[in-house]
């Protein structure tokens, strides 16, 4: 036996969401159903209205649903002549959130993964490249993820403008602020010494 | 800086959902968008329909789109003349799975809560008192929880019953099956003995 079809349906709909399983999405569903209805109708139609119309920003890649995101469309951003390349949308509101950069981005949504069939067009570097042409930035600051990955990624990045006279920077990898040195892996630790500035 | 209006919309909407917060709603909305918009748009149009058309059993109150739960519709559960009182829809799947149990049910959709202003007729009791004259069952087994609240709403029915010549029962508490006694509460291991049968 199951619940009726209609209730089935979004049990198994609400799956589709990252870290929700059988469990989850029948306590969302009665949660919903009992409690929140206006809040479900409401859910409904965004994710409707998202799913149909957002789209990716023509110059950076990012989400928006018009067709250049709010940084690209401001003039302002311009005027500091960098790009910072980022993986993901996400990683954009995380650096917006520090305050301390007024360039534009270019987001490649994803990173090099050759085995899952990601290569430099997957990602845009195509786009990239134009776009460097196009717009001739004094300064490309790769904040891709200090992964494997993310490095390989910022590598051919940084192979790929070593013609071009374009400054390119890697962000600065170490010890997070407020950490404790005797809690931090080797390999930070490593990168934080070999990065060392003077005073 | 925040993400365009209508992914800023989806990441609010989201956060209706039990135990999903910002961060989540965040990484929810850019799986959907970058993976999988076909998954999205349908559990955007089951949460529409499910929010519109789901309604409760006249019978049981459990959550269906019909006027009568599959169970209800189904004459062969009269039979055994048996009404089980349980607490939520999900508690109704639990007892199914289980395939001990082959009589109707009553779901109350809550628990007796007076603070919460959750009284006798918010759980239905009205309207079970008026099932029982109208079926007159031969047996009603208490399911609600073995919490305070579940035992106090157990003790109200059985108090509500007392005139009639209905038999009521409680389930069993006490050691689940697997379990190693050990790692058993007191309570339960109390109601465990205290409920023991001979063999």
Do not use: W
Not at 52 to 62: E, I, K, L, S
Not at 161 to 169: A, F, G, K, L, M
């Amino acid at each position: 036996m199951k619940f009726s079809p209609l209730v089935d349906e979004l049990i198994k709909s609400l799956q589709c969401l990252p870290g929700v399983g059988p469990r989850s999405a029948q306590r969302m569903t009665f949660q919903l159903l009992e409690r929140d209805r206006a809040a479900g109708h409401k859910l409904g139609q965004a994710l409707s209205e998202a799913m149909a119309d957002v789209g990716h920003c023509q110059r950076c890649r990012t989400f928006t649903e018009q067709t250049l995101c709010p940084v690209c469309d401001n003039p302002k951003r311009a005027r500091s002549g960098q790009i910072c390349v980022v993986e993901s949308p996400a990683d954009v509101l995380a650096i917006e959130t520090s305050g301390q950069y007024d360039g534009r981005y270019f987001v490649l949504m994803g990173h090099l993964s050759p085995l899952d069939g990601l290569g430099p067009d997957e990602i845009g570097l195509d786009r990239l490249e134009q776009l460097l042409q196009d717009e001739a930035p004094q300064e490309l600051i790769l904040a891709t993820n200090p992964t494997v990955e993310g490095d390989a990624t910022a590598q051919y990045i940084a192979d790929m403008c070593r013609e071009s006279s374009i400054r390119v920077s890697r962000i600065a990898h170490g010890v997070p602020v407020g950490g404790e040195l005797e809690y931090v892996d080797g390999t930070t630790l490593a990168l934080s010494l070999s990065g060392r500035r003077e005073l």
